[in-house]
């Protein structure tokens, strides 16, 4: 009656034997590392990379406890932090500016784990220390620049047609095209819906005008934000990668805001700056029949910015290109001045548009505007002395070694598609999140012990099985949180918290059960048969409700909201395993085998 065949219990011991294993790696804690890795696509890590790593560290008399190489990267471990600072400042010094060399933790996990794939679970910044940031992103500033763009366009397409035309406006949110006669409006906006699949048409007569009203449809205003997200998510993820932080988290929060968390950085102020400038280039022609100054009226088609001897100029509104268009960007000096300088790469396409508006405006001076947190400074508004092809450009300036360094490494990440401003930051130390760890796991062990005593003195025999199934729950669930590579986190650890209070409810329903059924006069073997049996379906209805509300909560949640949910849905997976099927393995095995049972030790 009270026998399971060898499969189950073949089935139980792998799985047990599975989380020991899964489990092992936290156990053994994490050592200080520095991660190496290419900072360019044409740089690879290699044994040779390696070798130079270890060659770099024992020149310094540092002597790591290995030398690995790992996901394009190389890393090495030491058993101090003093050594895996000292070995940070001597790689960055010897490598150079090709590869960034970062802080990190590496498990002290043996070999033969690390080969089975066992690895600890990721903690959290909460855990760890490190900064958290929430920026936002200026969806209304995604669909203005997107608007620009088309205005210069259509007046460019007009223009290779030979369709006169009066006048390109913006209009709040849409563009108005104008017109002298009909003729011309028909052949525009032919013309207009041919090229520009993502803009309505509507047209109108304004006295002697004929006007077109151009505006973006619903679901391409959608498509240009959505891809202003991923730019900008893509542009924050280089310039993490070139301030070094080793396992950085960057990701979408919602429709217009991103989550960066930088684990371990020490120097916050730096990664705000970074992270906070929203830094993009534009190149304009200066307006030099005007004269700029403080208060003076701008001049229809013109902005007026300051240079960085704050002088006022009038640049023209037309963008010949955008930071978009740049390929590398690199600090320097000038040869003949020796002042620091941006060297700048363009692509293909910005390197055509460069020469050609350079050799219209031969002569004549060109701004390079630097944008940043929506203001504009003019980095230098040079004369044009000759045509400038290639695709080379330098911006010089005054600026200093520290800021030309800056500003090309804001540039060589990649502009982005809209301004993102930090909405939220959080600054979490390494002593308070070592704290955070150890607050956790006493408040785990705490409630374990509690929770045993009080089964073991209330239930006897079947309190100590209670308990073993419930100690194999806590293994399940730490295993399969390191099999998935989770991010342990407070909330995380609340979870595994709570879901050794509900695992415990299943036990006590089927301990419950077998008393009922004792004082009803049933034999022990019966009475612990229709105890599980009959206790089974209240656990699982219990279960999945509250795995329901997981669901809901992972669904609809965010952050931290999100990582409770993962560890309570497979808490209630694991429970429901150890409660049902381990602790009646555990029974069985005490108890099944013997025919005549007369009585078991249930309180």
């Known amino acids: 009656m009270n026998q399971y065949p060898l499969w189950k219990y073949l089935l139980i011991l ?5 989380g020991l294993i899964y489990t092992l790696p936290n156990l053994y804690g994490e050592s200080p590392a520095v991660q190496v890795s290419p900072l360019r696509t044409s740089l690879k890590a290699d044994a040779a990379l390696q070798d130079r790593v270890g060659s770099i560290l024992k020149a310094a008399n540092l002597d790591p406890e290995l030398v690995m190489l790992e996901d394009n990267s190389v890393k090495a471990r030491f058993a101090i932090t003093d050594s895996q600072l000292k070995a940070k400042d001597v790689l960055a010094a010897q490598l150079g500016e090709d590869y960034v060399v970062a802080l990190n ?3 002290r996990s043996p070999r033969w784990l690390t080969d089975l794939h066992a690895l600890p679970m990721y903690l959290g910044l909460d855990l760890r220390g490190g900064v958290h940031f929430l920026l936002q992103v200026d969806m209304k500033a995604a669909l203005t620049k997107s608007l620009d763009s088309a205005t210069e366009d259509i007046r460019s397409s007009l223009r290779e047609k030979d369709i006169p035309y009066t006048g390109v406006d913006r209009e709040g949110d849409a563009l108005v095209v104008k017109f002298r006669d009909a003729d011309a409006r028909s052949k525009g906006e032919a013309e207009i819906k041919q090229r520009y699949t993502d803009y309505a048409l509507d047209d109108s007569v304004q006295g002697k005008e004929f006007h077109l009203l151009v505006t973006l449809r619903p679901e391409a205003a959608k498509r240009i934000q959505e891809s202003a997200v991923q730019q900008n998510l893509l542009t924050l993820r280089n310039r993490v990668n070139e301030l070094g932080v080793a396992e950085p988290v960057i990701q979408q929060e919602g429709a217009d805001r991103v989550v960066v968390q930088l684990p371990g950085v020490q120097d916050t102020a730096r990664a705000k700056e970074i992270l906070g400038r929203t830094a993009t280039l534009e190149v304009r022609m200066v307006d030099e029949e005007h004269q700029a100054a403080p208060g003076a009226t701008v001049p229809f088609g013109d902005d007026m910015f300051k240079d960085k001897d704050g002088k006022m100029l009038f640049v023209k ?9 740049i390929n590398d960007a690199q600090p320097g000096f000038d040869n003949r001045t020796n002042e620091p300088t941006v060297n700048i790469s363009l692509d293909g396409v910005g390197a055509r548009l460069f020469k050609d508006a350079t050799r219209v405006n031969v002569g004549k001076r060109m701004a390079i505007i630097l944008f940043e947190k929506g203001k504009g400074e003019i980095v230098t508004a040079p004369v044009i002395r000759e045509e400038i092809g290639g695709g080379r450009v330098q911006i010089s300036g005054s600026m200093s070694s520290a800021e030309a360094q800056d500003t090309s490494l804001l540039l060589r990440a990649g502009a982005l598609a809209a301004p993102m401003e930090i909405i939220e930051e959080r600054t979490v130390g390494p002593s308070l999140g070592a704290d955070n760890i150890t607050r956790g796991f006493n408040s785990t062990k705490i409630g374990f012990i509690m929770v045993a005593a009080f089964m073991m003195a209330y239930y006897l025999m079947f309190g100590v099985i209670s308990v073993l199934a419930l100690a194999a729950n806590l293994l399940l669930l730490i295993a399969l949180l390191s099999m998935l590579q989770a991010t342990l986190t407070l909330p995380g650890m ?3 918290a709570l879901t050794l209070g509900m695992a415990i409810d299943a036990n006590v ?8 059924e004792l004082r009803n006069g049933v034999t022990p073997q019966a009475a612990i048969h229709a105890g599980y049996d009959r206790a089974f379906a209240t656990i699982l209805d219990s279960n999945v409700t509250t795995f329901i509300a997981g669901i809901a909560l992972f669904m609809f949640g965010s952050g931290s909201i999100k990582g409770f949910a993962v560890v309570l849905c497979l808490g209630i997976m694991t429970s429901m395993f150890s409660a049902v099927l381990i602790s009646r393995a555990i029974v069985n095995l005490m108890y099944g085998r013997k025919a005549r049972l007369a ?4 309180g």
């Open 317 to 325: 509104k037309r963008v010949i290109l955008t930071g978009d268009r």
């Open 509 to 516: 329903l089927i301990n419950e059960r077998v008393r009922e």
């Open 14 to 18: 792998a799985s047990l034997l599975a």
């Open 494 to 496: 609340a979870g595994i």
């Open 105 to 107: 933790l590496l498990p």
């Open 599 to 602: 009585k078991v030790a249930i």
